[in-house]
């Protein structure tokens, strides 16, 4: 089986590249759920935990009246695969047709077909995004382990950049399951030795931390999450140790080049700047790049010298 892979990658060298896009675009379609439902289950667990301690702390026997007012008799399900998608506009059903990957939205000519509500353009390109991104990931890697791998790492980020990007959320639902699968890949050396992958994830975390606290004892203010910490600590366990001044390197410049645009766009200063979306895209140019980047610099700074 292994020899066929071989010999088809060898022969072909698009043919995998081809069959990740089109895997690639139907895990954008449920990346495109996870993006919009993953954020709202957070909330209705922070409240409905929030509820049950009020409920077990408080003596005002009103309050807990209507708060048992309040929470629903029957909770409806709701998670990654319940209920089926619907418009938000007039809650009919999409049809099966009208939900394949980038073609879908083109069918239904950018609008719902029972209302004719427009449907946001950003569903097909997520689907198209993880598709090229897919495609890319497997022609560099090829379809083995550290393609597959890598793939995952890549759906993770596409993920964590648009949560980020829409709420200001780098969910632990993805940054610390990807943090362990990170070093357990790496024990078995997959991208890197384990004592990389184990001081990425150590450095990860507490660069940026250090940073934080740095920056709130300067200004009295948080310049960013804790999401961000476990962020790169999850890259740094997939990448290793010697990716981390790359990728903030990276993200950093994105931040400043984007953000100064925006300034100059009219944006508001008062708004934090999103470092997740930064982040993702420095992490996957590591991922696919790194290793010729940071072979790039040594080659040029030891020129130099």
């Known amino acids: 089986m292994l020899e066929n892979v071989a010999l088809i990658q060898a022969h072909y060298p698009y043919f995998w590249s081809i069959i990740a896009f089109i895997f690639g675009s139907a895990i954008g379609s ?3 759920v996870v993006i919009y439902r993953l954020p709202v289950m957070m909330m209705q ?10 409920l077990e702390t408080t ?4 309050l807990v009246e209507d708060i048992r007012q309040r929470l629903p008799a029957q909770k409806k399900p709701f998670n990654l695969m319940m209920p089926h998608s619907t418009c938000p ?3 009919s059903a999409i049809k099966p047709w009208h939900n394949i990957p980038i073609v879908g939205w083109f069918l239904i000519g950018g609008k719902c077909a029972n209302c004719a509500a427009p449907v946001s353009a950003r569903y097909p390109v997520i689907e198209a995004l993880t598709a090229i991104l897919t495609a ?6 090829g379809p083995t382990l550290q393609g597959l791998a890598a793939c995952l790492l890549t759906w993770a980020l596409i993920s964590l950049a648009m949560i980020d990007f829409d709420t200001q959320l780098l969910p632990d639902n993805i940054t610390l399951p990807l943090l362990w699968f990170g070093l357990v890949i790496n024990f078995f050396g997959v991208f890197v030795p384990f004592p990389s992958a184990f001081l990425g994830a150590v450095f990860g975390y507490m660069t940026l931390w250090t940073v934080y606290q740095l920056f709130k004892l300067a200004t009295g203010k948080e310049g960013m999450g804790f999401g961000d910490f476990k962020m790169l600590a999850m890259m740094g366990a997939w990448l290793g140790a010697a990716s981390l001044p790359l990728i903030i390197v990276l993200s950093s ?5 984007i953000g100064g645009a925006l300034i100059l766009a009219g944006r508001d200063r008062s708004v934090p700047l999103k470092f997740g979306p930064f982040l ?3 992490g996957f140019i590591a991922l696919i790049w790194g290793n010729d980047l940071i072979n790039l610099y040594l080659r040029v700074t030891l020129g130099s010298g």
Do not use: P
């Open 30 to 32: 449920f990346l495109n």
């Open 45 to 54: 667990e922070w409240r409905e935990q929030s509820l049950e301690i009020i």
């Open 59 to 62: 003596d005002d026997n009103a």
């Open 89 to 91: 506009h007039c809650n």
């Open 136 to 141: 890319v990931v497997i022609y560099v890697f």
């Open 253 to 257: 410049f994105a931040g400043a080049v």
């Open 280 to 282: 993702a895209i420095a």
